[in-house]
């Protein structure tokens, strides 16, 4: 069964914390999630609920595209299953609650650095193919983008900068 999907409230920070200390080798995700909720704005922080528990955590925020500052761009990420809830679909769940919840925001697109051969089913592409990069050394193939609203990137190549939070991770 596929939890539930909402918005994150401040009852749950402990237990995305958890969620977090759990599915990663260290806390630095756990402790981003800290400081992009406290420094960031917007963010779409939502939770996977199963009954009264939180198994699953993912979170979006700003970032920016050298050259273009008049672009809302959106960051994947973090995202966390709780390690006993993996490959049950809660990940594939948040991330589409997550794009959805993007969109109404206004973001014409989102980013995210992961697993090649996970995120484009849902729509991501390379984002070398749009012009755009990425700010860490990783390979190009990792570095994704998922336009949400057709044409909102059109000749907008750079760099693509993340919140200073994350250069501690």
């Known amino acids: 069964m596929v939890p539930r999907v909402r918005e994150e409230e401040a009852r749950d920070w402990t237990a995305v914390h958890a969620v977090n200390v759990a599915a990663f080798p260290s806390a630095a995700e756990a402790d981003l999630v800290e400081t992009l909720r406290r420094d960031a704005r917007p963010i779409v922080s939502l939770v996977a609920c199963d009954d009264a528990a939180i198994v699953g955590h993912i979170m ?11 672009l809302s761009i959106m960051g994947l990420g973090p995202m966390a299953v709780a390690p006993d809830r993996q490959r049950a679909g809660i990940g594939s769940t948040l991330v589409r609650a997550g ?3 993007c969109t109404r925001l206004g973001a014409g697109a989102v980013v995210v650095l992961g697993h090649p051969a996970y995120y484009p089913r849902f729509g991501f592409a390379p984002a070398a193919g749009f012009g755009i990069g990425c700010e860490y050394d990783a390979p190009v193939e990792a570095f994704m983008l998922l336009e949400l609203r057709p044409g909102a990137l059109r000749g907008a190549a ?6 200073s939070a994350f250069a501690t991770v």
Request: hydrophobic residues 40%; positive net charge.
């Open 60 to 70: 979006f925020s700003p970032v920016a595209l050298s050259g273009h500052p008049g």
């Open 158 to 163: 750079g760099t693509v900068r993340y919140h």
């Open 99 to 101: 794009v959805a919840a």
